[in-house]
């Protein structure tokens, strides 16, 4: 799908389904822009859940990961970049921090995160799944669609064109 979240606003930005998530995070990945539906991970510091649902094969997903904007550690790195790449992810927003970013600009996957970390996090397992996610100003919800280029962020209820 070719779009551009410009050409997006001007054509959607009144819909009720609509909305722009604030300019807070930085792009990573070599795909600038990426769009899909959404699967939401909610966790703080801990990305075992995060790797659980990259384990998963999809076809136009985005990953949306509430890290709760800890700049304390990764939420993750290139192992995982890789592993969401090989298992059809489109791309994931992380409201967090990312590690291996040298890597990661390298790999064929969009990625936004708030900055770049190098520890790791822990592994303990906690947190959320599917659910309702929060932050930037909007509302991240499972099977409502993202779209994302150099410009910013868009999530909608439904699929735009």
Request: glycine content about 8%; hydrophobic content about 40%.
């Amino acid at each position: 799908m070719n779009f551009t979240t410009a050409d997006l606003c001007d054509a959607h930005s009144e819909e009720e389904h609509f909305q722009i998530a604030e300019p807070l995070f930085k792009s990573y990945g070599a795909n600038p822009a990426f769009c899909g539906r959404i699967t939401t991970v909610k966790v703080y510091e801990d990305n075992v859940l995060v790797r659980q649902a990259l384990e998963e094969k999809v076809e136009n997903r985005v990953l949306v990961i509430d890290g709760g904007g800890s700049h304390r550690c990764a939420l993750l790195g290139s192992n995982l970049a890789r592993l969401a790449i090989d298992n059809g992810w489109q791309g994931i927003i992380i409201y967090g921090c990312l590690r291996d970013s040298a890597i990661i600009d390298q790999l064929p996957i969009g990625i936004r995160a708030l900055h770049t970390h190098p520890l790791k996090s822990h592994k303990r397992g906690h947190g959320e799944r599917d659910q309702p996610v929060y932050f930037a100003g909007a509302a991240f919800k499972k099977d409502h669609f993202l779209y994302a280029d150099t410009d910013g962020i868009i999530v909608s209820d439904t699929m735009l064109s």
